[in-house]
């Protein structure tokens, strides 16, 4: 007899793919949390099903250990897309589909992840169980993911603070449909344009003004919740660029759909604000600026190689140029180089030496020469993952690290003995700053330097996106009811 209680499996899977990042991406990229560890790292949404009176069926969670990374290998996806497949009940003793994903996973020979995940999903629940995700902003919807599932939840902040929210909201929506036996359906609308993340934050008025939509469109009848979906810049796929999405009944469907016309139109209309803040400048106006700036503590993104955006994190260009003009009381968090991590540990703390400092596994990345530099500390396995080295040259502090790290909050630098108090100006590898490192700026500089996740995305050859697009190109007829569905 089929449970009383309505069973909502849950399960999640995220990565958001560079795919200009050319280090492929392997299981060993991923922290794979067992069902018991997954209920506890969602307690938001694991709270929301079972106070909606539901049970939850736990799977797995794999995230991806820097959330943004290359390509995923074929193998590695099929080994964690099968191990979540299989814990979706065949005995129909399944009343709904929780899913946490990114929408911008890329996988050799597949493409979208998330698509080809949530469509065997689908076929494994057969047409009538309803599948809620949680996305996010920088997801790049397909029609695939679209037509599988039947509520789709985005984030509606970038940084994003809204993540525990936005999973909440997907947890009490499938519910909701799994008790009163409604299957919602997706409506999408696309604009044709695509933009770096650092072009569309939420203290933008442009994106203010999106966000004011979603809040229009969620007070229709019928609708469950819409959102918005900027992409993902750095993919080189068709279905890539910007995305109105709204999961609700078919009630008023024709009304809908004269909404989200008009809705895309004025995102349309709107393209030339998408652009870069004022702090973002060439790398050695950038330095100069940041090294200048009266503020205390100063954040310097080095935007090209954003180990956030997928970037591979191994270029020293920001450091050679930061040697050359002999800068002081600067941080440099991190370079991503295990060959000179191992040789520090040969060498032993306190230690001088020579070396060859980043360039080890992107071709285009910049290797410095690093000379009389002090190791200040060594460290193992940091945050469980990581061997590391804290060296100094002058006035410039580096941290190496073994493994690809990001650094975006005040703990990331303590983990390695390094106080943000001790210099005036930190460089990161990121676009935008992250909440735990804007909360310690006094002031901050993007530099728009080269890589796999440049900004001026101009640059970029690709060869899969749909054309035209802005801004590569501009001033083109824009139907969207022609891209409706
Ligand atoms: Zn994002």
Same mark, same amino acid.
């Given at each position: ?42 307690p938001d949404a694991v709270s929301a099903i079972t106070n909606a009176g539901c049970e939850v069926l736990p799977s797995i969670y794999a995230e991806s250990l820097c959330v943004a990374a290359g390509v995923l290998e074929l193998a590695s996806y ?98 909701? !449909?799994?008790? =009163?036996?409604? /299957?919602?359906?997706?409506? @999408?609308? +696309? $604009? ?6 650092? *072009? ?110 997928? !970037?591979?994190? =191994?270029?020293? /260009?920001?450091?050679?140029? @930061?040697? +050359? $003009? ?6 440099? *968090? ?152």
């Amino acid at each position: 007899m089929k449970n009383q209680r309505k069973r909502i499996l849950m399960a999640g899977f995220h990565l958001e793919s560079n795919t200009s990042n050319p280090v492929p991406v392997t299981e060993a990229d991923f922290r794979i949390l067992s069902p018991s560890e997954l209920l506890l790292h969602f307690p938001d949404a694991v709270s929301a099903i079972t106070n909606a009176g539901c049970e939850v069926l736990p799977s797995i969670y794999a995230e991806s250990l820097c959330v943004a990374a290359g390509v995923l290998e074929l193998a590695s996806y099929r080994s964690i897309a099968e191990r979540i497949i299989a814990d979706v009940p065949l005995d129909g003793n399944v009343d709904g589909v929780w899913l946490y994903l990114h929408g911008s996973m890329q996988v050799e020979f597949i493409g979208s992840g998330e698509a080809f995940l949530v469509s065997a999903i689908r076929e494994r629940v057969g047409p009538s169980i309803p599948i809620a995700v949680a996305m996010d902003f920088h997801g790049n919807m397909s029609h695939t993911l679209a037509r599988c599932a039947n509520i789709i939840v985005g984030y509606r902040t970038a940084p994003h603070t809204d993540i525990a929210q936005t999973q909440q909201i997907a947890a009490e929506l499938v519910c909701r !449909a799994a008790k =009163d036996d409604i /299957l919602p359906q997706n409506t @999408l609308v +696309r $604009v044709p344009m695509l933009q770096p993340g650092e *072009a569309a934050t939420t203290d933008m008025p442009h994106v203010r003004r999106i966000m004011e939509m979603l809040d229009a469109l969620d007070r229709r009848d019928g609708v469950w919740r819409s959102s918005y979906f900027t992409g993902m810049s750095w993919i080189d796929c068709p279905h890539n660029g910007s995305t109105l999405v709204v999961s609700g009944t078919g009630q008023n469907r024709s009304d809908l759909e004269a909404a989200l016309i008009q809705n895309a139109q004025e995102i349309w209309e709107m393209r030339h604000a998408f652009c870069l803040s004022d702090n973002s400048l060439p790398p050695e106006e950038a330095i100069r600026k940041a090294l200048s700036s009266p503020g205390k503590t100063v954040l310097l993104s080095d935007s090209g190689d954003n180990v956030t955006a997928g !970037a591979v994190g =191994d270029n020293a /260009l920001m450091l050679g140029l @930061l040697l +050359r $003009v002999a800068a002081e009381h600067t941080l440099v *968090a991190g370079i991503w180089d295990e060959a000179a991590v191992n040789l520090c540990a040969e060498a032993g703390d306190g230690a001088e030496l020579t070396l060859y400092l980043g360039g080890r596994h992107d071709r285009n990345s910049q290797s410095v020469l690093l000379e009389n530099a002090r190791i200040l500390s060594l460290h193992r396995d940091v945050q469980g993952r990581a061997d590391g080295v804290v060296l100094r040259t002058g006035g410039i502090t580096v941290i190496v690290n073994s493994v690809r790290c990001s650094f975006t909050g005040e703990q990331d630098l303590i983990d390695y003995g390094v106080s943000y108090h001790d210099y005036h100006v930190i460089v990161v590898k990121l676009g935008y700053l992250f909440p735990g490192l804007s909360a310690i700026a006094d002031d901050s500089y993007i530099a728009l330097t080269e890589g796999n996740a440049m900004l001026t995305i101009g640059k970029f050859l690709y060869r899969n996106q749909r054309r035209p697009l802005y801004p590569f190109e501009d001033d083109f007829p824009y139907d969207a009811k022609s891209t409706l569905w």
